[in-house]
């Protein structure tokens, strides 16, 4: 692991997180960013990991696409 932390390209400052009652299963996330977003067998959303560096721009797109707002960039857990 680096000094600032990170590993495989990989920010551990960053995760998307779902709000699931504001969540419509549209699956627009999933469009934008396969690499880290799949659908489970109802059309929600399931995130996979913390974003690597490579995708963050992605990410945030995904984020400005959601019709719901209930996708979002967040810092991981302490």
């Keep these: ?5 990170r590993r ?5 400052a960053v995760e998307l997180a779902v709000d699931w009652p504001a969540c419509r299963a549209r699956g ?3 469009e ?11 059309g929600y959303p399931v995130v ?3 974003v690597p560096r ?12 959601c019709p719901h707002r209930a996708l979002r960039v967040v ?3 302490a």
Excluded: F, K, Y
Excluded at 8 to 12: K, Q, T
Excluded at 32 to 42: A, K
Excluded at 54 to 61: F, G, P, T
């Design 48 to 50: 996979h990991g913390p």
């Design 54 to 65: 490579s995708l963050r721009d992605l990410a945030v797109d995904a984020v400005r696409a």
């Design 1 to 5: 692991m680096s000094p600032a932390g």
């Design 28 to 30: 627009l996330c999933a």
């Design 75 to 77: 810092a991981p857990p």
């Design 8 to 12: 495989d390209g990989v920010d551990p």
């Design 32 to 42: 934008l960013l396969p690499e880290q977003i799949s659908l489970d067998e109802w």
